[in-house]
């Protein structure tokens, strides 16, 4: 079983940049798929970024070209670069871990990013 935490949250101002960690322990995540969701104020939880095992990776079409996943199975971290912030991505992001050959699903307990001027 992994354990996920969040860091790198916080607020910055429209334009600006965030990078968010999620540090992994208990298993290696070199065989999991890693994903980045978000969940917004009345809104449903939804996914942002994603990279697969193999190091594929996906996009919201919301964040596309402006957030950037990445992994290092090594410091057993996955990272999502945030670029370009909008108000819009406002929420709290969650850091999601699925092995590649199973369906459970592992998720830390979010970190609050805040875009506002």
């Known amino acids: 079983q992994v354990q996920l935490v969040e860091s790198g949250g916080g607020l910055v101002q429209p334009g600006g940049s965030l990078r968010l960690s999620c540090a992994a322990s208990?298993?290696?995540?070199?065989?999991?798929?890693m994903g980045w969701y978000r969940q917004a104020p009345g809104k449903q939880r939804e996914l942002a970024a994603y990279?697969?095992?193999?190091?594929?990776?996906n996009y919201a079409d919301s964040v596309k070209g402006r957030f950037t996943i990445s992994r290092d199975n090594a410091k057993n971290t996955v990272y999502l670069q945030m670029n370009s912030l909008e108000p819009e991505d406002t929420a709290v992001y969650y850091c999601n871990a699925r092995p590649f050959n199973a369906p459970n699903d592992y998720w830390g307990q979010g970190t609050q990013v805040t875009v506002s001027s």
């Open positions: 208990g298993t290696s995540i070199s065989i999991y798929h």
């Open positions: 990279i697969f095992s193999g190091g594929a990776t």
